[in-house]
């Protein structure tokens, strides 16, 4: 932990202040251990500390899903708090499942959503989880810009050695999505105020970005479904909006979900089912791999809706 002695001195938070025993510290006193807790938040990271010397990121949640509401810590992943020195999270609740493990733990915390204007929580159809910010952030490039910078300026203050080198890889990072985002948005112009269904509550600042409304947004518990009430609402609902000539609108689940509810409105309505990703797990380092998922996703809405 070398490389946040410095800085944290400043600060008047050395680690051994915090009262955590030596052997729950870092073996490797001169890496700096960082932990990214979702793939987004790891891409974000690893593209800001690219080439830096000394710096190690790890990645601790790892799944197709944006749903963490009921994930559950691990042995690993305790073992792999215990030993950061550092923890960048997404914020805006999403997390809310380390709070206890948080409490108790001497890294320092990047919270990228931090001085953000969030998006209250999309009421939905399906299960509450009385959730009052919408934390799918990452989901809109301008959020993901925000967030680079919130990585790039916090680990500035905490490894000042490597402050350069974080701010240039921050800038060719924001060059790249910069540009993709003004060709994402450029490809669904033509479908501007477009309606669309959604089987996770996941793409409201998608959806905003991109200028399209969410008509229906159903959340689906891993292991449930949707009642088959709940359906014939939804179908109905949808069945009344295209009376009234708001058109086909496309349903959209998340990649790697189940699609049976999805299709079941759709063959009541005559409309077709498509997947979205929400960028939850993969193994790429880096902008690249985020900007690949976005461009695919904006490749999907323009098949939806040509």
């Given at each position: ?95 809310n499942f380390m ?154 689940t998340e990649v ?24 939850m797990s993969g ?24």
């Amino acid at each position: 932990m070398k490389k946040l002695l410095a800085p944290l001195c400043a600060f008047g938070l050395l680690l051994s202040a915090c009262g955590q025993p030596a052997a729950s510290q870092p073996q490797d006193e001169n890496i700096l251990h960082i932990v990214a807790t979702t793939y987004p938040v790891y891409l974000f990271t690893t593209a800001v500390t690219e080439g830096a010397e000394g710096v190690e990121v790890s990645l601790l949640v790892n799944q197709q899903t944006s749903c963490l509401h009921d994930y559950t810590l691990t042995v690993a992943d305790m073992k792999a708090i215990e030993g950061a020195d550092v923890i960048v999270m997404n914020g805006a609740g999403l997390e809310n499942f380390m709070d206890d493990a948080l409490s108790t733990s001497s890294a320092q915390v990047i919270d990228c959503s931090e001085g953000m204007d969030l998006l209250p929580a999309q009421g939905h159809e399906g299960h509450d989880h009385d959730a009052e910010y919408d934390p799918h952030i990452w989901m809109d490039a301008t959020y993901a810009s925000l967030m680079l910078s919130q990585i790039s300026q916090s680990l500035t203050e905490l490894d000042s050695a490597n402050g350069d080198l974080y701010t240039q890889n921050e800038s060719a990072a924001q060059t790249a999505l910069t540009e993709a985002d003004l060709s994402w948005r450029e490809a669904l112009a033509p479908y501007k105020g477009r309606s669309i269904v959604t089987f996770h509550d996941g793409f409201q600042y998608f959806a905003n970005a991109m200028g399209l409304t969410i008509f229906k947004a159903i959340e689906e518990e891993e292991g449930s479904t949707a009642s088959a009430q709940e359906l014939a609402e939804i179908v109905d609902a949808i069945k009344l909006a295209q009376k009234y000539d708001l058109g086909t609108m496309p349903i959209f689940t998340e990649v790697n979900g189940s699609t049976a509810s999805a299709d079941t409105i759709a063959r009541e309505v005559g409309c077709q089912v498509y997947q979205l990703d929400m960028i939850m797990s993969g193994k790429g380092t880096g902008i690249q791999p985020y900007l690949d998922a976005m461009q695919k996703n904006i490749d999907t809405i323009v098949e939806a809706f040509g």
